[in-house]
Nanobody, 119 residues
Framework: QVQLVESGGGLVQPGESLRLSCAAS????????MAWYRQASGEQRDLVAS???????NYADFVKGRFTISRDNVKNEMSLQMNRLTPEDTAVYYC?????????????WGQGTQVTVSS
């Protein structure tokens, strides 16, 4: 089992930055992909960015050029640097991890961290 602990959410003003972190523990040595999702109130959960074990990254169009995902494979930690935040970025941000279990891929979710962008 993989356990995830997220940190770094909060309230910021438009144009400011935040950095989210996600630490994986437990049987975290089989992780193949880590990702951030977000869910605004009343909306579906959307992929924000992902990073594979080899370092390949993928970003949603709405964050390209503003957000940067990074990963420390040794520490099993992932970060999301969010710059030039707008009120539309307000959401609960979730860390998600895909890990191999035999022939299966398990998805583990973090508890979520609130990001609020408001003046």
């Amino acid at each position: 089992q993989v356990q995830l602990v997220e940190s770094g959410g909060g309230l910021v003003q438009p144009g400011e930055s935040l950095r989210l972190s996600c630490a994986a523990s437990g049987t975290a040595n089989n992780i193949v992909k880590m990702a951030w999702y977000r869910q605004a109130s009343g909306e579906q959960r959307d992929l924000v960015a992902s990073i594979a074990i080899g370092g390949a990254t993928n970003y949603a169009d709405f964050v390209k050029g503003r957000f940067t995902i990074s990963r420390d494979n040794v520490k099993n930690e992932m970060s999301l640097q969010m710059n030039r935040l707008t009120p539309e970025d307000t959401a609960v941000y979730y860390c998600a991890v895909d890990s191999i279990r035999g022939t299966l891929i398990d998805r583990t979710w973090g508890q979520g961290t609130q990001v609020t962008v408001s003046s």
